[in-house]
């Protein structure tokens, strides 16, 4: 059966019967398209584990999840819209929790734990940083904006390649399984839009390895010898680690993959 919320004039008179508007603060631009909807749920499949999904909006993918068998807490900042998801959602099993996602206490969900959102662009990189971090999470299925999802899967010697791109490869398996273009939300936004699903790898944070990292691409235009020495890492002892990996000294941060950071934190932090 479609989903009612899956049409523009649906949820256009939604919005209006309740005096509301999609409010850019909050990064809203409701998933209106019924296909993508349907492929969105079935990359988040198998519910192994309790569904946690960051702005619900209007209800619509919530639904979708509940109807598949998903057991979902919706985090949700926008206090306005309580009594339209009360309502949209009233006859289902659902945990609504009207809170900053930024400030949940993600680190005590249960191991296992899933992500599945149309995440707000503008809090998408530090929040899917932190749940990578937490060591929580089996699965993250998540929308986001184009450009984010190249940078998220990039690889090395690539424009979109850098910081991000390593987080994510550090701690997970990632794949950007299909784009959306801006008519599958209502309202359309300015850009594309693209689903990514991480599956985590269980490898724990390393805040040693990502201030390297952080610094080497401070200054994307310098070597990597330059960016570090600027940032304070001893000269003699960069240019002793990249001669001791076989790297020239004219090398920069893009050309290296996780695996060389990882042997220059070695060198660099134990000298080994």
């Keep these: 059966m479609a989903n009612p919320l899956t049409s523009p004039k649906a949820v256009r008179e939604l919005l209006a019967r309740h005096g509301l508007f999609a409010d ?49 807490t919706a985090i949700e900042k926008d206090l ?16 609504l929790v009207f809170q900053d996602a930024l400030l949940y206490p993600w680190e005590e969900v249960p191991q296992g734990s899933l992500l599945v959102a149309n995440l707000p662009y503008h809090i998408a990189t530090p929040l899917v940083t932190r749940l990578l971090k937490t060591g929580r999470f089996a699965r ?4 986001v904006q184009k450009e984010v999802a190249e940078r998220m899967t990039a ?20 794949e950007r399984l299909f784009d959306l273009p801006p008519g599958a939300f209502f309202p359309p936004p300015k850009v594309w839009s693209s689903l990514v699903r991480l599956t985590p790898t269980g490898v724990p944070d390393d805040p040693g390895l ?19 020495a600027a940032a304070g890492y001893p000269r003699g002892e960069v240019e002793e680690a990249l001669k001791a990996l076989g790297l020239p000294p004219g090398v920069r941060a893009e050309e290296l993959g996780l695996e060389a950071f990882r042997r220059l934190r070695e060198r660099l932090y134990t000298g080994v």
């Design 140 to 143: 993250l299925v998540f929308l």
């Design 24 to 72: 850019k603060r909050f990064g809203q631009n409701f998933l209106v398209s019924e296909a993508h909807l349907r492929r969105i749920v079935e990359a988040a499949r198998p519910f192994t584990g309790p569904v946690f999904e960051v702005g619900p909006g209007l209800g619509v993918l919530t639904r979708a999840l509940l109807e598949a068998g998903a057991e979902v």
């Design 210 to 228: 990502f201030a390297l990292v952080e610094a080497a691409f401070s200054k994307r235009r310098k070597t990597l010898l330059n960016a570090l």
């Design 155 to 174: 690889r090395p010697k690539t424009p979109a390649y850098g910081l991000l791109s390593l987080r994510v490869a550090h701690h997970a398996v990632a």
């Design 80 to 95: 306005r819209l309580k009594p339209l998801l009360e309502e949209t959602l009233s006859d289902f099993p659902v945990r």
